[in-house]
């Protein structure tokens, strides 16, 4: 059986629990059986900013408690991923890990090396696959067309991801939102940074970059983003409401995640199920269209 | 040879007056930045930069340059090396494999520890200490997981805790002009 500890992070929690929600049942759908770690906190990807060391050692604690348990990682957020699958590299450094070792012994724990960790997108491409999912399809999505955003950290450093994606030119979840029926749209910006990582220090930074995202999916018949990281979520739903009232714009695309759309391809209850209810900008449309 | 020396000084005090050239060097001492001299400032970093991109002042290959040539306060007090968004273009696309990100992180540890952080950063750390995340688990939000029957988040967090204290980060001030 595919057995994860299921690695939430900070934002998914607190601010966009429809999120995990809707990846708990994906996963209980696919037979992903997810393991709760309630040690398990922050990734340390912030805190690099102030001091490298507490960013290396926050995550290497992490990684320690799913060893403790026998079991990889699967994440939510793409920056979660990334972190710890930078950590990961790091460690393999033996003068690294004995530093990191000798801390993380005063709390208990060792770092030995064995354990991986992939973003839930990568382990439903990987070890569900996209023919089992489009067996899986029970409704019609045909008629949505969706832009696919990947996330910076699903992507990049590559050398952290073992060469799974090629970062300029994705493909994953363009296949994985085709598997659900629904058209992925290409468009200029793809690659284009949500800027989620300076929003606390800089919020007029993100509006330029969300609305450039936004300014390119305007006139390409688009009925929603499809992301997968819960950063970028906020940026391109909550910054867009933002922008609509301090620019005077009128945005109002649906921002959906991964699984909430593949819920909704293989018969999941939008609302009960995928939590589209507590999105920002709902995607009433979208239900009306393939429900 | 002593001619030399003072000339080079003159000129130092006269159109460099803020240089401290050993600056390379001091960032250098840090693993993650090794590279730095690799770089020769083709700018494909910048090309690649979102950021630079909407805003030309934060500015990857110029701030190397900056680096290299000893620029120390004017790099460390600028408010412009917080501005990345971490997304890794320019350590993807260089063709010397600089790392830039790692090398701006040394740079933004050193700042911090001169009194420059960002009040966000730094009250982040706060709120690591007390709930192990980046946020509160007092939010609406929060509330609402019980009835989306969701777990409980743990309150707590002592091991988290004690390791990023062993780090000193806790005792980093934020800069007086709060950016």
Known sequence: MNRHALFLGCTTPTKVPQYELASRWVCKYFEINLVDIEEFGCCGINQVNLSIEAGLLMAASNLALAEDKRLDILTLCAACAGALAEAIEKLKDKSTKDRVNEKLREVNLEYKGSVKVRHISRVLYEDIGIEKIKKEVKRDLSGLRAAPHYGCHYLKPKSAFGGFEEPDNPRTLHELVSATGAQPVKYETLNLCCGGKVFPVSSDLVYSLVQKKLDDLADKEIDAMVLQCQTCYLMYSDRQKEINQKYGEQYNLPVLFYPQLLGLAIGADPVKDLGLNLHMILPDKIIAKVI | ?179
């Open chain 2, 1 to 179: 040879m002593n001619k030399i020396q003072k000339t080079t000084e003159i000129k130092q005090s006269a159109y460099f007056p803020e240089l401290t050239p050993n600056f390379k060097s001091e960032v250098l001492t840090h693993p993650d930045a090794r590279g730095l001299n690799a770089c020769f400032s083709c700018g494909t970093c910048s090309a690649g930069c979102p950021i630079h991109e909407v805003f030309p002042e934060y500015n990857p290959k110029k701030l190397a340059k900056m680096v290299r040539l000893g620029m120390r306060k004017r790099v460390l007090s600028s408010p412009y090396i917080w501005y990345c968004a971490t997304c890794h273009n320019c350590e993807q696309r260089c063709p010397q494999n600089v790392k830039f990100f790692n090398i701006l992180n040394v740079l933004k540890n050193t700042a911090a520890k001169e009194g420059y952080a960002p009040t966000a950063w730094v009250e982040q750390i706060r709120q690591v200490i007390k709930t192990g995340i980046v946020f509160s688990t007092e939010d609406n939000w929060v509330k609402k997981r019980e009835e989306l029957s969701l777990p409980s988040l743990k309150e707590e967090h002592p091991k988290l805790k004690k390791i990023i204290e062993s780090t000193c980060i806790d005792k980093i001030k934020p800069r007086a002009d709060s950016v």
